[in-house]
């Protein structure tokens, strides 16, 4: 399974945009970059992912290096409600199954 | 509509004692996960059913570890002779597979295990 590093903690500033990063420099041509977060005492949550295009939705975007070896999630303006753990995982497109492989994700901290 | 919802919240067993955890995932998903988290760490995979094809247990830690997904709803995670090293959040999660899509998982709250 090809693996993702991610720092192991970050703060920001509320109302401030927060640049989330990930290295996959082994991904391969199908898989797919997922992130979800966890938020304190809860099971995780789906934030956005994509395959090589930038994606936004709702509640973040996704940009993807051009060579795909890299991945940044953006928050565009923090808030308190988005201190959490962030995972960035991937999720092979062509092998029929779908399971996850998390590390140990980047812990977010807002500070007020 | 209803989430992915697991029971019991919290179990506190005796070790060696045998325990059952249960996830009902969200009507109509045809995948479910079952990971365990430990404190302070990040996810750990366990099981993997989709549909009616063999589940993937490959990351089922030991032989006293089953699980079951009846009638392709719900789904009951066994610890036999549960050890102290057991103890964790048991998460389950569920998905729709559709060709073209996200392939989201929606997680339960958890089932948080302590082993005496």
């Known amino acids: 399974d090809a693996k993702t590093t991610q720092p192991n903690s970050m703060e920001s500033n509320e109302e401030e945009p927060v640049h989330l990063p990930c290295n996959h420099s082994t991904i391969s041509g199908t898989d797919y970059i997922h992130w979800y977060r966890q938020l304190p005492s809860q099971g995780p949550e789906y934030v956005i992912h994509?395959?090589?295009s930038n994606v936004n939705n709702r509640m973040a975007s996704l940009a993807i290096a051009e060579d795909r070896k890299s991945s940044t999630l953006i928050l565009h303006r923090a808030t308190l409600r988005d201190a959490a753990v962030y995972y960035c995982i991937l999720r092979d497109g062509n092998s029929g199954t779908y399971k996850y492989i998390f590390g140990t994700g980047t812990r977010l901290k807002v500070l007020a | 509509g209803a989430g992915v919802s697991q029971s019991p919240s919290n179990k506190v067993t005796e070790k060696g004692k045998d325990v059952e955890l249960r996830c009902d995932p969200i009507?109509?998903?045809?995948?479910l996960y079952w990971y365990r988290q430990s404190l302070g760490q990040g996810l750990e995979f366990l099981i993997y059913?989709?549909?009616?094809?063999?589940?993937?247990k490959s990351g089922l830690p030991s032989d006293r570890f089953s699980a079951e997904r009846t009638g392709g709803s719900v789904s009951t995670l066994t610890i036999q002779r549960t050890q102290q090293e057991d103890s964790a959040v048991y998460l389950c999660?569920?998905?729709?597979?559709?060709?073209?899509?996200?392939?989201?998982?929606?997680f339960g709250p958890g089932t948080r295990l302590t082993v005496t």
């Open positions: 994509g395959l090589t």
């Open positions: 009507s109509g998903h045809t995948a």
């Open positions: 999660a569920s998905s729709f597979l559709v060709s073209g899509g996200s392939y989201e998982q929606y």
């Open positions: 059913f989709q549909g009616n094809s063999a589940p993937d």
